[in-house]
């Protein structure tokens, strides 16, 4: 897969209001600036995951959110595999009403292109039914 010099795949539509790239989520993550909300299963987590991250499954994103300590002036995003549910995890937060939450962002691509893009020690993987194993 060919990358541009965001780290994103060529002629990516990224919605920067609704989503970062996983070079910026990397970037604010390793400064100590940003709370990264990993929603996909258990399962996946086990398997692999961005270290300093913290899991809450989109299941439990809504209910359970009040778990997770956001530093003051943190940026708040989520992930999962591909971008799918973590936009779905993003909106759901962002729709709670919460003042700190009003600009939750997905990190486009997911863990998958975290792994291409942003850190290849975070190793990627198939998912489907049945099948859950590195690449």
């Known amino acids: 897969m060919k990358l541009d010099e965001r780290g994103l795949p060529l002629g990516y539509p990224l919605k920067a209001e609704y989503e970062m790239t996983p070079r910026e989520a990397r970037e604010l993550l390793q400064a100590g600036k940003l709370v990264l909300v990993d929603v996909r299963t258990p399962e ?10 913290v899991l809450l499954t989109l299941a439990r994103v809504e209910k359970d959110f009040d778990e997770i300590e956001v530093p003051a002036g943190a940026v708040v995003a989520t992930l999962c595999h591909h971008g799918v549910r973590s936009m779905k995890a993003a909106l759901a937060l962002r729709a709670s009403g919460r003042a700190e939450l009003a600009k939750v962002k997905s990190v486009a691509g997911g863990i998958e292109l975290w792994s291409l893009a942003a850190d290849a020690s975070v190793r990627r ?4 039914p049945g099948v859950l194993r590195l690449v």
């Open 125 to 128: 993987y198939e998912r489907g």
């Open 44 to 53: 996946e987590w086990e398997l692999v995951h961005v270290p300093g991250s």
